[in-house]
């Protein structure tokens, strides 16, 4: 039997999540959570969100709220420049590139 082979695909979304300072130092006082640009390579939708549960909650301490406008992820999306460097630098080895955080208050 011949088992094809899996091709990602990239994808990005907005995570939505609850302010942690394990890796962020920087987060404002009185945030109540903050939205971030995420990207992942995966096979679905799915699979990209338990990759982006997986690294910002599990490993770097975000608890998540919601992962929400997940689309393919396109070269030529106009993109933060901070998102950019984290895809070629980070992504490979971390296998998720975000963004810069964008915190919010209590209002």
Known sequence: MTTLPTTNHRWIGI???KPS???IEEVPE???GAFVPVVADANTAEQFCQHVY????N???????EISDIDLFCSTQNIDEHLCDSIENLLPHFG????????YGNQ
């Open 96 to 103: 998720l590139a975000y963004g810069d955080f964008q915190f």
């Open 54 to 57: 997986e690294k910002l909650e």
């Open 59 to 65: 490993f770097m301490g975000f608890p998540i709220i």
């Open 30 to 32: 009185g945030a109540v």
């Open 21 to 23: 300072t394990k890796y």
């Open 15 to 17: 995570a939505h999540v």
